[in-house]
């Protein structure tokens, strides 16, 4: 078992950056790949951004590619995103997860924080 734990979600202005923090306990957590997916009001929950276990991976959605960045701290058990020119359209519950084999796609993931909101206003 692995738990997840976000944090570092908030109100900013249109522009503005944020940084979400996820700790994580439980089974060792370098072994996993970590995921950011995030879901707003009426829609699915989409993936946003992973990083392999290793942490030389990196992948992102076309939607924030530039804006955002993906790191983990293995040594604190703890991944980061940072989101930088944070748009409207990045209104939304963050959520955190891991997974065994990696990527984008949620089901691969196994598990899940409770999520973080994060709105940013026009």
């Known amino acids: 078992q692995v738990q997840l734990v976000e944090s570092g979600g908030g109100l900013v202005q249109a522009g503005g950056s944020l940084r979400l923090s996820c700790a994580a306990s439980?089974?060792?957590?370098?072994?996993?790949?970590l995921g950011w997916f995030r879901q707003a009001p009426g829609k699915e929950r989409e993936f946003v951004a992973s990083?392999?276990?290793?942490?030389?991976?990196?992948y992102y959605a076309d939607s924030v590619k530039g804006r955002f960045t993906i790191s983990r701290d293995n040594a604190k058990n703890t991944v980061y995103l940072l989101m930088n020119s944070l748009k409207p359209e990045d209104t939304a519950v963050y959520y955190c997860?891991?997974?065994?084999?990696?990527?984008?796609?949620?089901?691969?993931?196994?598990?899940w924080g409770q999520g973080t909101q994060v709105t940013s206003s026009s």
């Open positions: 997860a891991a997974s065994s084999l990696g990527g984008w796609v949620e089901y691969d993931y196994d598990y």
């Open positions: 990083i392999s276990w290793i942490g030389g991976n990196t």
């Open positions: 439980g089974r060792t957590f370098s072994s996993y790949a």
